[in-house]
């Protein structure tokens, strides 16, 4: 069966606190997603991540992945509010056509 | 450039009535594809278009939902009669191309509420 399993569903954390979500995921893949999505905007990509190891940062996040385990993190440094979102974690298996799979999301909300 | 488009954004049906989506890809894109998000679930894969034809179309739930895409330009989703279960987040994507290293851009949904 092809699925994600992300966690936590749901975060509430302080401003300036460090946090990491978490993706399982189910079959080999080319190719690792993470995804933002603010409430009724496009889902907007974060992250790519091709292969074994691979680290990607962008400001307060970083991404990473364990091909072997199936596990990608990520990771929330020094949280703002401006970070408050749904972020979606995703995989395209290898040679399943083009679908990819997405996780339930984890719903972040950052006070203040 | 503008992005994959999608239209209405929100829409409120009752149950049995029809209900048409659609969705513009990012010009040139040959490829585009339809997602849902049922509330509190995945965001699962419903079909993948090449230009005009249904290149995979094994997430549909069943027969009231049809998809087209004449001439390989928009796309519409159609869903006859609405159930509540309907109801949710539809996604449309797009890409150039397909596998490796084409990468599927997404519009900011439809938000089908049916009561």
């Known amino acids: 069966e092809l699925k994600v399993e992300q966690n936590p569903l749901f975060l509430s954390m302080q401003e300036g606190k460090n946090y990491t979500i978490y993706c399982n995921y189910s079959?080999?893949?080319?190719?690792l997603y993470w995804y933002r999505q603010d409430p009724g905007k496009s889902l907007e990509s974060l992250f790519v991540l091709l292969s074994n190891g691979a680290v990607k940062q962008e400001g307060r996040l970083m991404a990473s992945l364990d091909t072997k385990a199936r596990l990608s993190t990520l990771h929330i440094t020094a949280a703002v509010h401006d970070l408050s979102a749904t972020y979606f974690c995703a995989f395209r298996p290898m040679n399943r056509d083009d679908k990819i799979i997405f996780g339930k999301g984890t719903r972040l909300h950052i006070l203040p | 450039e503008a992005g994959v488009t999608q239209f209405p954004s929100h829409s409120v049906i009752e149950k049995g009535q029809t209900v048409t989506l659609r969705c513009d890809p990012i010009s040139g894109h040959d490829n585009l594809y339809w997602y849902r998000r049922v509330m509190g679930k995945e965001i699962k894969f419903l079909l993948h278009f090449v230009k005009e034809s249904k290149q995979d179309e094994s997430g549909m739930p069943n027969n009231r939902f049809l998809a087209e895409r004449t001439g390989g330009t928009y796309s519409t989703l159609k869903v006859q009669p609405a159930e509540l279960e309907d109801s949710g987040v539809y996604f449309c994507a797009s890409s150039q191309g397909q596998g490796t290293p084409y990468e599927q851009y997404f519009g900011p949904g439809t938000r089908l509420t049916v009561t």
């Open positions: 079959t080999t893949s080319d190719r």
